[in-house]
């Protein structure tokens, strides 16, 4: 089992802009020098807790800072771009980073980012340029010569140009045939996990309910079974919320009164209730609403504890929802805590971690 970061990027909203992009830059860079094997962060738009419209720009600046890392936009939201455009802002970031680009799509969640670009969320049509604008890419990496694309959402295409002025479309992605793509499911039985299924994408999960994450993993076989792919598991990421310390009570403590728990309670928690998306971190979904909240989650859904504890809490996790590949430790502002916080991602790397990997062994 793998390591890895995910970035909203999450920060409070009295963070100045420069100071949470300079902090992120150096926890990418943290995890590179950590061991830590992919980093991905997301982009949104009107959020002012998850702030960072052009994850690009971050991930470019840390390739230029990191050495092994692989870092991903987790995701581009491609209803919000052009798709010849980014298929170029691909390519290049593939190019600069010597292979180690991911690409993750998303279609978009959030209702206030679908009215920021007149995009009618409601009736599906964000899923459907999502669609339109991936397959418009793909074309633009693999294929070879002129073409015209007249879609429903999209028009454009590959020029022919005036090769004998340089003036013709010369981009390709450095890593053949293009890099690896990825995409997220929250919700339950989620129908984005179906389409990576279809399309053998990565899978990542970013919800903490064993029910929610076993219904992740059989709606991903069943888009693979439907189109003749294989469902491996170690392709599989996991998001989860975990704290680290010497012990339990301490672990408790730090998460709950400190970034993390500040951003669910007064973010997280009312926006999941909002959109109905509760059930997506209830440990059992007989627990009320009411029920659910930080102390509870640190309690019975995040992994929280002493190294021990985390080794056994991350163990039944498994047991419950499978085995998977990568573990995405979900990445918050911790410019307040940092010495605290990055003790807590070292044992998750160096002491919880190396537990699963003996126990791989012991099983072979």
Known sequence: ???????????????????????????????????????WVGEHFTCRREPVPCPDILIAQAFLQTKKIMLGAGAFLLPYH?????????CW????????????????????????????????????????????????????GPFDHKGKHYKGGRPVGMPDMGLAYHLSPLTKPYP????????????????????????MSLAWSP?????HWEAYVEGAE????????????????????????????RICEGSVGENWRNYMIPLLKKLNFLGACKH????????????????????????????EKLGRLRQQVGEFGTLLQVIYDHVDEKTAYRESLTALHDEVLPAFDKLEVAAQ
Request: proline share 5%; glycine share 10%; net charge negative.
């Open 93 to 144: 970031l593939d190019h600069i980073s010597g292979g180690r680009f991911m690409v993750g799509i998303g279609a978009g969640g959030l209702p206030t980012d679908c009215e920021l670009f007149g995009v009618d969320g409601a009736s599906g049509e964000n899923r459907d340029k999502m669609v339109e604008a991936f397959d418009l890419m793909v074309k633009f990496w693999t294929s070879t």
């Open 82 to 90: 052009l798709p010849a455009e980014l298929a170029h802002r691909v």
């Open 226 to 253: 439907a189109a003749g792919k294989p469902a491996e598991r170690k392709n599989w990421r996991v998001g989860c919320e975990i704290y680290i310390a010497e012990t339990d009570a301490e672990a408790r403590r």
């Open 180 to 203: 690896k793509i990825a995409i997220a499911g929250l919700s339950q039985s989620s129908p984005t996990l179906r389409f990576a299924g279809l399309r053998g994408f990565i899978p």
């Open 1 to 39: 089992m793998d390591l890895g970061f995910f970035m909203m990027p999450n920060h409070p909203p009295h963070r100045d802009y420069r100071e949470g992009h300079e902090h992120d830059l150096d926890t990418l860079v943290f995890g590179d020098k950590l061991g830590v094997k992919e980093g």
């Open 284 to 311: 059992d979904q007989s627990v009320p609403d009411s029920d659910v909240t930080v102390e509870y989650l640190a309690d019975k859904v995040w992994i929280v504890g002493s190294p021990q504890t985390a080794i």
């Open 211 to 215: 029910d929610y994450l076993k219904s």
